[in-house]
């Protein structure tokens, strides 16, 4: 019994009592007739119906919405904010839904200012980190560079290929630094706006990766707030990353475009799929920066047919 909804554990114990006290009556020396009569019995079955009916109706007004509130409370997710209840009446029933509510959107607001405040400071982070490997590591490299080549005029004719292995080296490191920094701080994102910055994402992801990356662009694309870019370029830039890490795509498709009152962007890739997707790390933060802005974010995935990650964000 413990299994069942409060509203049902309630009637069954009302009308349990109901019952006893209607054959208490029946079959107990206090009663009408010694022999109980039909149209007694019509009676008692009749008011045991009437009260059991009344006993429902009035559990169900106050105790329903209990009910409703438990069910809720236990497939709650925190990163879906529609899940408020509708209260009916008053009464206890009535309040503790008021209050679970209120408590889910105390509960969303403090998510959404601790999530904002965490993924600036993040943005912050990734600023200064690029920044020192663009002026420390990668100035560092580059005065490497520049002695190496003034030591090859020094130096015996046979050790020079070994001197220029060691220079290419430090010509490949410099390149990954400055890679690594523009995943860091999207210049270009800044400088010449989202279009620009999708573009060279897709070149750098098919240039260090096993994966042709193909971008689309729709027409009447309206410019999107600073905030809302940085979303879309980094839900592109964490999806990209999945499949080059996970996927094992030969190609994927990154499309930009406006439906309705709506900017999508939409990340597609040909790799092997799952059959049953658990979020990690990187979807379940791609929901949370989808939310601080309003977006909604779906994932798809089949096995054999790849993943799709959509991207809706509200003009």
Known sequence: MSHLPLYWRVCLTNGTLFCIGTLVLALSPARVSERVLASEAIVLAVGLTVMATLNGLLLL????????????????DHLSPEQRLTA???????????SYNAMLERLETERSTSNAKALAAQEAERHRIAQELHDE???????????LKSLESQ??????????????????????????????????????????ALAALATDVSAVGRTTVRRTTGRGIPDLPQDRELVVYRVAQEALTNVVRHANAATAELSLCKVGDQVVLTVSDDGRGVADLV?????????????????????????????????????
């Open 61 to 76: 007004r106050s105790l329903g919405p209990i009910d409703r509130v438990i069910r809720t409370m236990d497939a709650v």
């Open 88 to 98: 009916e009446g008053e009464g206890p029933g009535a309040r503790l839904v008021a």
């Open 137 to 147: 590591v990668g100035q560092s490299l580059t005065v490497v560079l520049l002695g």
């Open 155 to 196: 130096i015996p004719e046979e050790l020079r290929p070994d001197l220029a292995a060691v220079r290419e080296s430090a010509r490949t490191g410099i390149d990954d630094v400055r890679r690594v920094a523009r995943q860091l701080r999207p210049g270009v994102l800044e400088d010449l706006g989202l279009h620009a």
């Open 279 to 315: 979020p990690g790390a990187g979807i379940s933060g791609m929901r949370e920066r989808a939310l601080l802005v309003g977006a909604e974010l779906s994932v798809t995935s089949e096995p054999g047919r790849g993943t799709t990650v959509r991207l809706e964000v509200p003009l």
